[in-house]
């Protein structure tokens, strides 16, 4: 028997969903999740769903209420290792679908075939697969960086960079559904994580100092929820964005090497990305860099009627 109780957002439910999500983590390798602080920005704000066994926390489900960049409510749905398999993942799908607004989108990360069952049994179909790809710094041969004539790079400065970088990545990602949406508050908030190096964030800038792109870098610190081997520190090509006016010219191409560049001389070996699977331009650019396809993440929803 599987009881399920929605809950508004709040620290006490925060406190009390982040074991779960670092049980999760530990087995999967995902979502990252410290041991305080808020949780992970897909999992704030919004409605927690949580199915217990009568005793004790067994599942969870998030429902962002808010809805990606185009108003579409996302759903992330989670299970407990050791109480997978008992119908606990089927309880909540169920109980976000009869909450939920219709076409709302959920997240299946790994691509699991438990999360594809599930979703055909309820007439969900794939409408979004996010790639990760994945480089071995310690074999890749990469070329040095090529910029076009006036171009020059400098790296981030907090309290000076952040709007401008916002509006790039609006122009850049208006087609995404999350990263579209990106705020200077969002842009200030990540500075103040752990992980912030303003010495990873590169941008190009024309003669007048306009900005034309950048390339934001993360570094993973490992342990749970690491994405790197043996949950060892990994790096992200966390965000590439140039501006639509100045694409052409292999500027994306210039900023990626950059980043990788710092990367590899913090001595990291490995460096992933997400990248959307039917973005075939940056993902030829990546595979010619010598990046590959390790996993995948998929959103599932109704099929929206054809318009008329």
């Not at 489900?61 to 108003?71: K, P, R, V």
């Not at 390339?215 to 140039?242: D, M, N, S």
């Not at 010219?249 to 710092?262: D, I, R, V, Y």
């Amino acid at each position: 028997m599987t009881d399920l109780t929605w809950r508004p957002d709040s620290p006490d439910a925060a406190a009390e969903i982040r074991p779960l999500l670092r049980a999760v983590a530990a087995v999967d390798g995902r979502p990252e999740v410290a041991e305080g602080g808020p949780l992970p920005r897909e999992f704030r704000g919004g409605e927690h769903l949580l199915a217990t066994d009568g005793i004790e926390l067994v599942g969870y489900a998030h429902l962002d209420t808010d809805g990606d960049s185009f108003g579409r409510q996302v759903a992330e749905v989670l299970v407990r290792p050791d109480a997978r398999r008992r119908g606990v993942g089927s309880a909540l799908v169920d109980a976000v679908i009869a909450r939920a607004a219709e076409g709302t989108r959920f997240w299946a990360h790994g691509d699991h075939p438990g999360a594809a069952r599930i979703a055909g049994s309820r007439g969900l179909s794939r409408v979004r697969e996010l790639l990760t790809m994945r480089i071995d710094l310690t074999a890749a041969e990469l070329p040095e960086p090529t910029w076009r004539e006036g171009v020059r790079v400098r790296t981030f400065e907090p309290g000076r960079d952040e709007a401008a970088v916002v509006e790039v990545n609006k122009r850049a990602f208006d087609w995404h559904p999350e990263q579209g949406a990106l705020t200077v508050a969002d842009v200030e908030a990540a500075e103040a994580e752990p992980w912030f190096d303003p010495a990873g964030f590169f941008l190009a800038v024309a003669p007048d100092d306009a900005l034309l792109g950048f390339h934001w870098t993360k570094v993973h610190p490992g342990g749970v929820g690491a994405k790197g081997r043996e949950g060892g520190r990994i790096g992200e090509v966390y965000v590439v964005g140039v501006d639509p006016g100045a694409q052409g010219g292999g500027l994306g191409k210039a900023l990626t090497l950059a980043g990788l560049a710092h990367l590899r001389s913090l001595g990291l070996g490995e460096v992933i990305l997400y990248v959307e699977s039917d973005n075939a331009p940056a993902v030829a650019v990546y595979s010619r860099l010598g990046f590959t396809r390790s996993a995948a993440d998929v959103q599932y929803a109704r099929a929206e009627a054809p318009s008329v």
